[in-house]
């Protein structure tokens, strides 16, 4: 597979993942790696489902205390359908067993602001903010917006 390929390939998956129109940001090693191994590689693997590798990304963002990674996680799973707000729930119970209260709970708090603010936006009639979305993620990785992007 070329490397033009590979990116075509990363790039769907990754914006089929997150539910996301991500641009293709160029020069970047760190977004080269990202798109091209984790998402043309790794998640592109068929065996296992979108929701069994969603469920150990949860648990690894939640066991390292990110919350704000717990959120982008939980909004996709529920955006895509892998996961219910009350299967959310319980994997937070049952992780607060294994990482202790204050990752469990983290967890917790990251599912009822998520479900919350897509409460609030179904009731104004509002679908996803899918703009939001890939902008909160750029200011994570490379503190830039869409609007700065070439």
């Given amino acids: 597979m070329s490397n033009e390929e590979l990116r075509k390939k990363g790039l769907a998956k990754m914006n089929e993942v997150y539910g996301w129109e991500m641009p293709d940001i160029k020069g970047d090693p760190y977004f080269d790696l990202t798109v091209d191994h984790l998402f043309g590689t790794v998640w592109s693997d068929s065996s296992l489902s979108m929701r069994e590798?969603?469920?150990?990304?949860?648990?690894?963002?939640?066991?390292?205390?990110?919350?704000?990674?717990?959120?982008?996680?939980?909004?996709?799973?529920?955006?895509?359908?892998?996961?219910?707000?009350?299967?959310?729930?319980?994997?937070?119970?049952?992780?607060?067993?294994?990482?202790?209260?204050p990752l469990g709970s983290a967890l917790n708090g990251a599912v009822d602001t998520v479900?919350?603010?897509?409460?609030?936006?179904?009731?104004?009639?509002?679908?996803?903010?899918?703009?939001?979305n890939v902008n909160a993620a750029l200011k994570m990785h490379s503190g830039t917006s869409l609007d700065e992007i070439d």
Avoid at 117 to 123: N, S, T
């Fill in 53 to 101: 590798k969603r469920i150990m990304t949860l648990a690894c963002v939640t066991a390292d205390g990110r919350q704000d990674l717990a959120e982008i996680q939980i909004n996709a799973a529920l955006l895509n359908g892998e996961l219910t707000d009350t299967e959310l729930k319980e994997m937070a119970v049952f992780l607060t067993q294994y990482l202790g209260f």
């Fill in 115 to 132: 479900v919350n603010r897509r409460k609030k936006a179904a009731a104004k009639g509002q679908g996803e903010d899918r703009k939001a």
